[in-house]
């Protein structure tokens, strides 16, 4: 039977074929006019994605990169900062601090949990002296959304800089960068943005830019004074492909409109929790975002199985659990160049996986659950 490939990973996604074709453009020189323009209005137009008037930094590496880069250029050895670790990629934020000797205040919560803006509240009030707070918008590893807005309006009064590790959660949830008054705000390109690996982005306020003034900056690549310096175009080469890729990106979000586009996201997750509910299964995250829908695999299931059978056989790739949750649960991603009827696809695979695993679902329980939710979004 030919099989097709659905990417329902949160990262990378699928990348439309006007963007990836843009990528197939002659790769000029980086230092001449023609391409700083090309950088110039690219960068310009990617503000909008972050919803600010911020300078955004585009960095040649995947994600991790720019969370590196906020840390070492906010950060000074022995600076106290507080990290919220709910997941992998909070303890990635405290992995990377430690690697380079920043003083660490973890909160950490249960896997799956949000943090609330009284928490953040009550770290702050405890460790006066803390430079930072590191937060992730999207907790990809379950599927969870803090209330980052909430979160801000307790750090905008404050001395405190709001970093945000918004990887995933760029385009899926809503971010208001400038009306919310987060100050620090991180993204890479292989999620929401629609493009293949390989660009992170960083987009600093002025209260943030004071931290970095005052930092020695331990890094060289990622070094921000030097790519203020030389903005718009960049200290080393740029990715020339990408940046016309993503050019063509900004182009599409913007002619979708990026309410839109959050809404898009909201809708397909929305559909995706109705029909893992209508099937009997569980949610695994207590805040549930748009990125993917955490699920717990249901009891005497191989989770393993599960996410192998639906790659191998039916071609619809999604995410299994990370670190304690392997096999424990599978994570659906709406995240990035999906339409409605992809999420169909992938509950459909998701029906014929678990029957073949011994749970028992009558075919079309989560179709039709789906269906419901899309059918009356779209004609709303
Ligand atoms: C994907 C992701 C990252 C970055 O991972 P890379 O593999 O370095 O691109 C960071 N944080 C979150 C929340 C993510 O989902």
New binding site residues.
Partial sequence: MIKKNYLLA??PTPVPFDILLEGARETIHHRTPQFVSILEETLNELKYLFQTENKVYTLL?????A?EAAITNLLNPGDKAIIVEAGK?GE?WREIAERFNINVVSIKLEWGEAVTPEQIKEAIEKHPDAKAVFT??????TGTVIDLEGIAKVTRNTDVVLVT?A???LLAEPLKMDEWGIDVVVS?S??GVMLP?GL?FIALNDKAWKLVEKSNNSSYYFNLKAYAKKYPDNPWTPGVNLIYMLRKAIKIIKEEGIENVWERHRILADATRAAVNAMGLELFSKRPGN?ATAVKVPEGIDGNKLTKIMRDKYGVTIAGGQEHLKGKIFRISTLGYLSIFDTIVGISALEFTLNELGYKVEFGTGIKAAQEVLFKEVNK
């Fill in positions: 949160p990262g590496s995947s994600g991790t990169g969370l990629f990635r992730t918008y999207s907790e990809t590893s590790d990887v995933s959660a890479g292989q999620k690996p992170a990125v």
